[in-house]
C-alpha cells in the first residue's frame, strides 16, 4: 500500500517524503590499516573519537530501528543514527566494544552470502567478514542486523529475479541466523531508482537506507559518509550541512 500523499505548494508529495530525514552516519570498517584506497576504514582512535565528539554535543548513537521509532512517536530530538554497511569482523572486534562503553547503539548491514568470508566485491585491501557466531553475538549486545543482499552487487543492475533474490533471501537467510526478524536494509553501493525502492518496500522491509537519494523517505533514508578524517571540525560542519538541508525540506 502507498504512502497518502500530502499536496504542498500545488505538488503532491508521499507524507513520508515530508518528514525530516534524521542525521544518519555511514561507516563501513573501524580498524588500524597501513592501505585504505577506498576510504572506508576509520581508524579505532579516531571512531573513539568521533563518539566523544557526539556525547560532548549531547548526541547519542543508535540503530536505525530505534531512530525510526523515536521520529514516528516525535521523540528523536537528540538521536543519530550509526550504520554499518558490509559486515567487516572489526565491527565485532572493535566498533561493538566501543559503543558498548559509550552506551551508543548502531545497525551493521550485513551481506548474507558472505558471512565467514571477505570482501570479494572490493578491488582492495581484503577484509574479514564476520562470522555467523559473531552476528549474534553483536545482535546479543544490543545491535540491530540489516541486509546488504547477498552478493553486494549494485541492483539497479540485476534482473527481476535476482533483485527479489538479493532482497528476499538475504533476509530470510539472516533471520535463520538471529531467530528474529531483520526489517532493515541498506543499497548496495548506494544504487537505487524508484524500481529498487518499490522493490525493497515490496519484499518487506520496513526501512532501506541510501546515500544520496534524489527523493527520501523511509525505503530511501539519506546518510552522512564518515571517514578517518573526519575530526571534530568536520563533523560539526557535517551535521550543519544536514541541519541546512532538513530545515530547507520543512
Not at 219 to 247: M, N
Request: glycine content about 10%; charged content about 30%; aromatic content about 8%.
Amino acid at each position: 500500500m502507498r504512502e497518502p500523499a500530502t499536496r504542498v505548494t500545488g505538488v503532491a508529495r508521499p507524507v513520508e517524503a515530508l518528514r525530516p530525514a534524521p542525521w544518519v552516519l555511514m561507516y563501513h570498517s573501524v580498524d588500524n590499516y597501513r592501505e585504505d584506497p577506498h576510504l572506508v576504514t576509520v581508524s579505532p582512535r579516531r571512531f573513539e573519537g568521533q563518539l566523544a565528539w557526539m556525547r560532548a554535543r549531547g548526541l547519542r548513537g543508535v540503530g536505525m530501528a530505534e531512530l525510526l521509532r523515536a521520529r514516528d512517536a516525535g521523540d528523536a530530538h537528540g538521536l543519530v543514527g550509526l550504520t554499518f554497511d558490509d559486515g567487516y569482523a572489526d565491527f565485532a572486534t572493535r566498533a561493538v566494544p566501543a559503543l558498548v562503553r559509550f552506551g551508543f547503539g548502531a545497525t551493521v548491514f550485513v551481506v548474507s552470502g558472505r558471512i565467514g568470508s571477505y570482501n570479494a566485491w572490493d578491488d582492495g585491501p581484503r577484509k574479514p567478514l564476520m562470522t555467523v557466531d559473531q552476528i549474534r553475538t553483536v545482535a546479543d549486545a544490543g545491535m540491530e542486523v540489516g541486509s546488504h543482499g547477498r552478493h553486494h552487487v549494485p541492483l539497479t543492475e540485476t534482473g527481476g529475479c535476482e533483485l527479489r533474490e538479493e532482497l528476499e533471501e538475504s533476509r530470510a537467510s539472516l533471520e535463520d541466523v538471529l531467530d528474529r526478524p531483520v526489517t532493515g536494509f541498506a543499497y548496495p553501493y548506494g544504487a537505487a531508482t524508484g524500481r529498487e525502492i518499490e522493490a525493497v518496500r515490496a519484499a518487506g522491509y520496513d526501512y532501506a537506507c541510501d546515500i544520496r537519494p534524489a527523493e527520501p523517505g523511509r525505503h530511501a533514508l539519506p546518510r552522512t559518509y564518515v571517514g578517518d578524517r573526519d575530526r571534530r571540525l568536520r563533523l560539526r560542519a557535517k551535521l550543519a550541512r544536514h541541519e541546512l538541508r532538513r530545515r530547507s525540506r520543512v
